[in-house]
T-cell receptor
Framework: SQQGEEDPQALSIQEGENATMNCSYK?????LQWYRQNSGRGLVHLIL?????REKHSGRLRVTLDTSKKSSSLLITASRAADTASYFC???????????FGKGTRLSVIA | DAGVIQSPRHEVTEMGQEVTLRCKPI?????LFWYRQTMMRGLELLIY????????DSGMPEDRFSAKMPNASFSTLKIQPSEPRDSAVYFC???????????FGSGTRLTVV
């Protein structure tokens, strides 16, 4: 099964700035999901984008998907210190195969 | 609902000892997943169940690992005997058919010394 690869591995920004994280994958997908993990906690589902969608919004989150480039991006606007966490993309292939997670992007938002 | 509940939160054990990790999924969820997280390998799927039946255990690293789901509200992951390289955070997650994502527990941090 394929694994998404996040880029960059780590990102440090000032509070109020926008944060952009990218995910690339190699084969066709059913959908792509983004999760957040705070230190010492489990992953929390943020947003899902289906293969036939190009952009989705949820609050300060914007996700784009380019299936021709096999890539997705997660944009967090007006970042806050509380956004400090690791962010993972997860790929759902066809059928009911389980999610395959990338290694994540560690985001630090400095107040 | 209290979410996915894992116990214990932390486990420190000596090499060679048996370790049992526990998970209570969300009521009504028909899928249960066990993942292992390390810095080197990220999140790896170990095994998953559908309606209490193991579907794919190809991610289980060795015969030392075993998992059971005797009913819809409980699952265990057992390591016997444990080794230092098993040290990791083990997550349980559940989902229901047609749901948009998984719900993760808080994990069990296992340290084998």
């Amino acid at each position: 099964s394929q694994q998404g690869e996040e880029d960059p591995q780590a990102l440090s920004i000032q509070e109020g700035e926008n944060a952009t994280m990218n995910c690339s994958y190699k084969t066709s997908i059913n959908n792509l999901q983004w999760y957040r993990q705070n230190s010492g906690r489990g992953l929390v589902h943020l947003i899902l984008i289906r293969s036939n969608e190009r952009e989705k919004h949820s609050g300060r989150l914007r996700v784009t998907l380019d299936t021709s480039k096999k890539s997705s991006s997660l944009l967090i606007t007006a970042s806050r210190a509380a956004d400090t966490a690791s962010y993972f993309c997860a790929i759902l292939n066809s059928g009911n195969t389980p999610l395959v997670f990338g290694k994540g992007t560690r985001l630090s938002v400095i107040a | 609902d209290a979410g996915v509940i894992q116990s214990p939160r932390h486990e420190v054990t000596e090499m060679g000892q048996e370790v049992t990790l526990r998970c209570k999924p969300i009521s009504g969820h028909d899928y249960l997943f066990w993942y292992r997280q390390t810095m080197m390998r990220g999140l790896e799927l170990l095994i998953y169940f559908n309606n209490n039946v193991p579907i794919d255990d190809s991610g289980m690293p060795e015969d030392r690992f075993s998992a059971k789901m005797p009913n819809a509200s409980f699952s265990t992951l057992k390591i016997q005997p444990s080794e230092p390289r098993d040290s990791a955070v083990y997550f349980c997650a559940s989902s229901r058919t047609g749901a948009l994502g998984y719900t993760f527990g808080s994990g069990t941090r296992l340290t084998v010394v």
